[in-house]
């Protein structure tokens, strides 16, 4: 083989390596490409979603009532109670049963009548409502602490990084999703 050949097939190895060499380097010197993720939190937020919630509930009503003094039933015991008051007795001792029978017998008369117009009741189904809120948790962000160059520091992100975030050529992070 000729010398010349040889040396210059020498020659030119010897620089593709050199050039291979000092384009590693830069690229080593640049800094690495992933920051180290150390914990990730996320940021909670409760949400409250109102809706209405109803049920039956049976409701107890009085029926109207027409005698709202008991005039009857005062009035028929008056009458019943005189008859019998007048029944017992004699002389002016008869009178003043009759009076005191008539006055016990209203008497009675008004409260049988009231008890009766108390218990006069009907019932009917009505719904009620009301708000209730239900709740749960959306994810707004998340605080992710990392590592770089040896330090630790540490970003809000809208998304889960993983186990490391991209680092640009100038050393900063990536902090959106391409």
């Known amino acids: 083989m000729n010398k010349s050949l040889l040396v210059g097939a ?16 830069s690229l080593v010197k640049s800094g690495p490409e992933y920051a180290e ?10 949400i409250k979603t109102p809706r209405k919630e109803c049920h039956d509930v049976a409701v107890t009503h009085r029926k109207p009532v027409q ?14 109670g005189g008859l019998l ?3 017992v007795g004699g ?26 117009q108390n218990g ?13 809120n239900d709740i749960s948790n959306q994810v707004m962000g998340y605080n992710v602490k990392y590592q770089l160059n040896g ?12 186990s490391k975030i991209p680092v640009n050529k100038d050393g900063q992070l990536v902090l959106t999703q391409q």
């Open 67 to 80: 005698d709202q003094h008991q005039v009857a039933g005062t009035v028929i015991g008056a009458v019943g």
């Open 151 to 162: 330090q630790v520091g540490q970003v809000k992100m809208d998304r889960d990084p993983g």
């Open 91 to 116: 002389g002016k001792g008869k009178t003043l049963a009759t009076v005191a029978g008539a006055v016990g017998g209203g008497y009675a008369g008004n409260k049988v009548q009231e008890h009766m």
């Open 120 to 132: 006069d009741t009907y019932t009917t189904t009505e719904s009620r409502c009301n708000t209730v």
């Open 10 to 25: 020498v020659l030119g190895a010897v620089g593709v390596t050199a050039g291979g060499a000092v384009a590693t380097y």
């Open 37 to 46: 993720v150390l914990a990730v939190d996320p940021i909670n937020q409760e």
């Open 85 to 87: 008051g007048h029944l």
